[in-house]
T-cell receptor, first 109, second 111 residues
Framework: GQQVMQIPQYQHVQEGEDFTTYCNSS?????IQWYKQRPGGHPVFLIQ?????EVKKQKRLTFQFGEAKKNSSLHITATQTTDVGTYFC?????????FGTGTRLKVLA | NAGVTQTPKFQVLKTGQSMTLQCAQD?????MSWYRQDPGMGLRLIHY???????DQGEVPNGYNVSRSTTEDFPLRLLSAAPSQTSVYFC??????????FGPGTRLTVL
């Protein structure tokens, strides 16, 4: 079945450093979503990418969807303490989404 | 709008007991899904529904049943609870292949 791998599993950065998490699917995706989950909370939607090679920006966050629609990345520029949490990608097929294992980000002030 | 609501927030069961986790949404979303979240495993899809009367299995359906008699409600039934079902359960809803809205979760412990 479809698998979605995400790396790294953990990342500790100093405040102000950049951060990137990568997502790879075993199958071609129709779209990919990214979510953020704060400790003790529920996943909150960040963005959805649909087109091959698509790049979207939200302030300090940059999202990319690979040309083959099998991989994606989330890059955060100049991390802040408010960026702490776990970031998940979710690969979309026809009707359902398979989540990656997530990258837990800690930001040291 | 309340969004996606889940009850209960916490539950402790004994092995072999059955129970139903409730999920409701007031956004008239077609799609609803149940996920479980275990440490280091991300969110795994249990069952999903693309509309009232239509359900299908996800990645880890064994030991769980669902039904979708209305657009608003999507209950998850544990038939005979096992310690392996100790987890945090999230319900989510969305329009067709759109942003998923998650409920606050139910933390279940099976002894």
């Amino acid at each position: 079945g479809q698998q979605v791998m995400q790396i790294p599993q953990y990342q500790h950065v100093q405040e102000g450093e950049d951060f990137t998490t990568y997502c790879n699917s075993s199958t071609t995706l129709s779209n990919i979503q990214w979510y953020k989950q704060r400790p003790g909370g529920h996943p909150v939607f960040l963005i959805q990418l649909v087109k091959s090679g698509e790049v979207k920006k939200q302030k300090r966050l940059t999202f990319q969807f690979g040309e083959a629609k099998k991989n994606s990345s989330l890059h955060i520029t100049a991390t802040q303490t408010t960026d702490v949490g776990t970031y998940f990608c979710a690969g979309g097929g026809t009707y359902k989404y398979i989540f990656g294992t997530g990258t837990r980000l800690k930001v040291l002030a | 709008n309340a969004g996606v609501t889940q009850t209960p927030k916490f539950q402790v069961l004994k092995t072999g007991q059955s129970m139903t986790l409730q999920c409701a949404q007031d956004m008239n979303h077609e799609y609803m899904s149940w996920y479980r979240q275990d440490p280091g495993m991300g969110l795994r899809l249990i069952h999903y529904s693309v509309g009232a009367g239509i359900t299908d299995q996800g990645e880890v359906p064994n030991g769980y049943n669902v039904s979708r008699s209305t657009t608003e409600d999507f209950p998850l039934r544990l038939l005979s609870a096992a310690p392996s079902q100790t987890s945090v359960y999230f319900c989510a809803s969305s329009l067709r292949q759109g942003e998923q809205f998650f409920g606050p979760g139910t933390r279940l412990t099976v002894l």
